[in-house]
């Protein structure tokens, strides 16, 4: 979806109590009829019989709701609509210029959600609408932002905190702005915010100290509480929408702050961050007292806890940057990671003494002191320039009149990949 310039406006379905069954029932339809999908896949791939394709699965579906009544009550667009998804799953699956994952099982536990196809969609107010889910009539939503005039599909959803929503795609609005001249290079820290090659600090919101506690109090009971128990289906819940509201603001803020960095600069630097690796688990720590036994391990798992939010958080920014670039006709470009942290911007000197400290920066080869932080988002900034196109670009990082690095870990040219709207 990244590239194809489309984006989803999403916004807050509210179905009247009569009207949340026949949704959730959609939901179990689109579910079933996935996994039926995955299931007929996965033969295929241990090597037996042929791939079914997309005519087969239709088929398929046809004789399932022939033999399970409670199929055939169900909406067959809706249940149509969801191997199409499959098959969308599976195009992007076998697409070598971007490969998404194989499709797999669908849990009853994650973010549920079915697919309308002619969406037809009503105004009640300046502030809300209806939208026709079959079988269920019409649903009132939010209405956010001006919806195209055509509409074709709509993904409806229902996240673990209970909210739903509904998706409509449309273009990706183009950004109407002005050549700067500006470039700028971003440091995405796991510890520390956001910083920038000019210098500037943005805080990502986190997860409160209190609210975390609450989290991590919750998530104790929760594997206390025995399985399948109505308690723990609360305790469930309760960290569902404790994580939905920080997951909220998270996005709220990774919008605001991408429209001012692409509304700002012509060419975006950011690093090739591994998600993976910021949320890996907190290690635990073993019971010096009893060997093989371990101590609960509270700071660590908080501190893992903020890693993960903001490690999905920094994956957003660099996303919604790239997206909006596209859009605007300005460059994100994402540089290899390695070393930024520990490269002397002035003199090109590579050493882990040169970080004094989390904060300061202080080469040992040349002396040339910086926030450590600020010095390697310039060291991002002057390995992205060269794969940025274009003659808007300043040669050099801004501030530096700079001798050429002595050592550099990778050369420019393999050092990433730069992506330029057409
Ligand atoms: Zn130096």
Redesign the pocket.
């Known amino acids: 979806m990244a590239h194809s310039g489309v984006v989803a406006i999403r916004n807050r379905l509210y179905p009247a109590a009569e009207q949340e069954p026949g949704c959730l029932r959609h939901c179990a339809h689109a579910r079933f009829v996935w996994n039926l999908a995955v299931e007929q896949q996965s033969w295929w791939w241990s090597g037996r019989g042929s791939a079914p394709g997309s005519a087969e699965r239709q088929y398929q579906l046809a004789e399932a709701r022939a033999a399970e009544p409670w199929l055939r009550e169900g909406s067959s667009s809706v249940q149509q609509q969801a191997l199409r998804d499959f098959d969308r799953a599976m195009a992007a699956f076998f697409d070598p210029a971007n490969p998404a994952g194989k499709p797999r099982f669908r849990s009853k536990r994650s973010t549920q959600g079915f697919v309308i196809r002619d969406t037809r969609v009503r105004r009640l107010s300046r502030k809300h609408g209806q939208v026709f889910v079959p079988k269920v009539g019409w649903v009132r939503f939010r209405w956010t932002r001006p919806l195209p005039t055509k509409l074709g599909m709509a993904r409806v959803t229902v996240d673990r905190a209970g909210r739903w929503h509904v998706s409509f795609p449309a273009p990706q609005p183009t950004v109407g702005r002005e050549s700067t001249g500006k470039a700028v290079g971003l440091d995405r820290g796991v510890r520390t915010a956001l910083v920038t090659s000019g210098g500037q600090h943005y805080r990502a919101p986190r997860i409160s100290g209190r609210q975390a506690q609450r989290y991590l109090g919750l998530q104790r009971r929760f594997s206390r509480q025995r399985t399948g128990s109505a308690k723990r289906e609360k305790t469930r819940h309760a960290m569902a929408v404790l994580a939905a509201r920080t997951a909220n603001r998270r996005k709220d803020w990774a919008e605001k702050l991408s429209t001012w960095f692409v509304c700002e600069h012509d060419v975006i630097v950011l690093e090739k961050i591994n998600v993976k690796g910021m949320t890996r688990k907190p290690a635990p720590k073993p019971d010096p007292e009893m060997a093989g036994k371990f101590l609960p391990n509270k700071a660590r798992a908080k501190a893992g806890l903020s890693r993960g939010i903001l490690a999905s958080c920094w994956g957003t920014l660099g996303q919604r940057i790239e997206q909006k670039a596209q859009a605007a006709g300005a460059t994100a470009v994402f540089t290899d990671p390695r070393f930024t942290s520990q490269q ?1 911007r ?4 590579i050493s882990s003494g040169n970080r004094e400290s989390q904060a300061v920066f202080r ?1 040992k ?4 002191q910086d926030h450590a932080d600020v010095n390697a988002a310039k060291n991002i900034l002057a390995r992205g320039l060269p794969l940025a196109t274009g003659e808007l670009v300043p040669a050099h990082a801004p501030g530096h009149g700079a001798p050429r690095p002595r050592k550099t870990p990778a050369p420019a040219s393999a050092a990433g990949t730069a992506r330029t709207a057409a």
């Open positions: 002397c002035v003199c090109g000197h080469c080869e040349c002396g040339h």
